[in-house]
């Protein structure tokens, strides 16, 4: 029997849609008498016959080629803020995409040996939540086995982006209060995979010392193609520069009219000085009219 993957792969556009309920089969017949004639595509035929819209297409598409993304509406199963699993082919989401590409480049290889990566910034407030979970569809969306650990034990934000529970996660892990199953994985995106941070600890920064964390990196690298982890900021303490350390590899981030180029300076040399290879930088919230790429020799993309 042939798997879901190749018998949408195969089917027209129509097929799709009326199996979907978008239209129905008098209607795609009516679109079909429409098209001929014409050098419209069915999809465009539809679209000026008033019976299909832009997001009808998509839809399809992302079906035909095994891109998944969530459609919106009242009742969205996570939250607007990820962008990439709503609207991939937008502007944004077409940067989030490019930036992607650039860690593929620089840093996620085929070999497997070059699987994690943490996602910083000086202070709270710069976007690298919402950047690491937008990062964490698009490799999803690829066809990655995707984790995203949030290991944000102060301030956690990845269970609010993806509407998950978050009574349990990384820190009961790591305080060894329980060995079940807490990864969660995202509906709607296959292959992508959430550990949120679980209860807020007195002692984030001794819990992620532990070897338990390495160990839990070490799983989750064996199990799935990318693993990125959400840290605290820089500025709350040693965590963000501890989990840089043990990942391996960073990507920085900065945010305009909100980080300071000093703090960011500061971020970036203490990054280094622990071990952690400095994968490149990111730059959020750039006006249209002003983009341009960061002075720093690291620097990848903005978004």
Do not use: C
């Amino acid at each position: 029997m042939l798997s879901t993957k190749v018998r949408n792969a195969d089917r027209s556009i129509g097929a799709i849609l009326i199996d979907a309920g978008r239209i129905t089969p008098e209607e795609a017949e009516r679109i079909l008498q429409f098209q001929r004639g014409t050098e419209l595509r069915f999809g465009e035929a539809g679209i000026e016959l008033g019976l299909l819209t832009e997001a009808d297409i998509l839809y399809a598409l992302s079906l035909q080629f095994d891109y998944p993304f969530l459609q919106p509406g009242p009742n969205r199963p996570i939250s607007p803020e990820v962008v990439a699993a709503y609207r991939p082919f937008s502007p944004e989401g077409e940067r989030l995409r490019a930036l992607r590409s650039q860690l593929q480049m620089r840093w996620f290889d085929e070999a497997g040996k070059r699987t994690a990566l943490s996602i910083v910034s000086a202070s709270r407030g710069e976007g690298r939540s919402y950047l690491a979970a937008n990062l964490a569809v698009t490799f999803a969306q690829l066809g990655e086995r995707t984790l995203l650990i949030d290991g944000d034990l102060r301030a956690s934000r990845q269970h609010k982006l993806f509407k998950i529970e978050n009574h349990m996660g990384l820190s009961s892990l790591l305080a060894g209060r329980m060995q079940e199953q807490v990864v969660t994985f995202v509906h709607g995106i296959p292959g992508l995979a959430v550990l949120p941070a679980g209860p807020t600890p007195p002692n984030p920064a001794e819990l992620l010392s532990r070897p338990a964390f390495e160990r839990i990196l070490q799983q989750s690298m064996s199990t799935f193609d990318v693993v990125l982890i959400d840290t605290p900021a820089f500025e709350s303490g040693a965590d963000a520069t501890m989990l840089a350390r043990i990942t391996g590899a960073s990507l920085a981030i900065a945010r305009t009219n909100l980080t300071r180029t000093s703090a960011f300076n500061d971020l970036v040399t203490s990054l280094e000085n622990a071990g952690s290879h400095v994968v490149g930088s990111v730059l959020l919230d750039v006006a249209p009219a002003k983009r341009r790429w960061v002075g720093r020799k690291q620097a990848m993309a903005e978004v």
